[in-house]
């Protein structure tokens, strides 16, 4: 998709009226375009190539990538960082930040140090508690929760000031997001806890894996009787899926991995397959093409850990894009340099 105002393909785009960031996602979810998200879990290395490599897997099939902020609890590279080398080749990024590593101090300055590097995009996140990852030792922060980091944030934003009221030269022009998970009880509370999200400054939603259906479409009437899909200050709601690898593997995540709700049914489903791994990718698929005609929905975050070279199969396989080529490095000018290359790129 490209936009008749953009100075160079790839760069940031001009500030239309009515919205905040220069960014892409922004202009792809307002314009009414079934938008399309995916995440990069940051390597375990300091090698740029290993980023550019993973996020070269979804050229011209996503809107956004999001780089995770040490999920589940576990070190890598930081989602700073892996968006500033993404941003730097023009890939639009959608920075995480958990508050459970940082204060507000080094929260506010990796805000406005996103914003200057291009990252256009802030998920505000509370974060896993370190006993799940792989530093149960470390010392948890939690100086803000994912409400008052929003809050923060559209400070910063909106109002130029810092949480302590002193004044931002150059405030960041960012797109705010947070996560909702719609699929576990208390079912009747989720909207409105989205509603007071929603209130903090989210503009954009993704949400846990959706494998039921009926839940969401249930989540999706209750949040429009509140108000939240219409108008200037309407919240665009992304879903998320993804492939599931086997039957065991279904009931392992639903085990182990707090807040996700998998029926016995999708189980059932995986078990009387064939070939599970391919069963799985159908069933990401079939639920993907279900959730595009819920009304009030406006895309889909895909989530395929482990499997990200599934996502462009996914996307092709359901036609969820009609046509549009999301920008990646190169899709202008066939002489580009090949994004896989990162000593190209970087130069």
């Keep these: 998709m490209k936009f008749d105002d953009e100075p160079v393909p790839g760069y940031s785009l001009p500030i239309l009226p ?8 922004e202009r792809v979810l307002r314009a009414g375009k079934f938008a ?116 923060i944030a559209r400070g910063m934003r909106d109002e130029q000031r810092f949480d302590s009221g002193r004044h931002i030269t150059m405030p960041p022009r960012i797109f705010l997001g947070a996560a909702e998970n719609p699929f576990v009880p208390p079912l009747d509370w989720r909207p409105h806890r989205l509603a007071k999200k929603v209130a903090a400054g989210a503009q954009f939603i993704q949400t846990q894996y959706c494998f039921d259906i ?9 949040v429009n009787d509140l108000g939240l899909l219409e108008g200037p200050d309407r919240v665009f709601i992304l879903p ?10 279904a009931r392992w995540i639903r085990a182990n991995v707090p807040g996700v709700h998998i ?24 639920l993907l093409n279900e959730i595009r005609e819920i009304p009030g929905v406006s895309g889909a975050h895909i989530m395929a850990y482990r499997q990200e070279h599934t996502v462009a199969e996914i996307i092709k396989a359901t036609g969820v894009l009609e046509g549009r080529v999301p920008w990646y490095p190169g899709r202008d000018d066939p002489k580009e340099l090949n994004p896989e290359s990162s000593e190209a790129l970087l130069s």
């Design 36 to 151: 399309i998200t995916s995440e990069i879990d940051p390597p375990d290395s300091a090698d740029p190539a290993e980023v550019l490599k993973r996020a070269a897997i979804f050229d011209g099939y996503v809107d956004a990538i999001n780089a995770t902020d040490g999920s589940g609890a576990n070190c890598h590279m930081s989602s700073v960082s892996v968006c500033s080398l993404l941003t730097r080749v023009g890939y639009a990024t959608i920075l995480q930040i958990s508050c459970r590593d940082r204060n507000r101090i080094a929260i506010q300055g990796e805000i406005l140090g996103g914003a200057a590097m291009g990252a256009c995009n802030l998920l505000c996140l509370t974060g896993d508690g370190v006993q799940a990852g792989d530093h149960p030792q470390a010392k948890p922060v939690f100086d803000l929760d994912s409400m008052s980091l929003l809050q």
């Design 263 to 286: 029926p016995d049914s999708v189980i059932a489903r995986l078990e009387g397959a064939e070939n599970q791994k391919e069963e799985g990718k159908q069933l990401c698929m079939d």
């Design 240 to 249: 998320g899926i993804g492939p599931l690898a086997s039957a065991r593997s």
């Design 214 to 222: 009926d839940r969401l479409r249930e989540f999706m009437l209750k």
């Design 18 to 25: 009515g919205h905040v960031s220069p960014g892409r996602l």
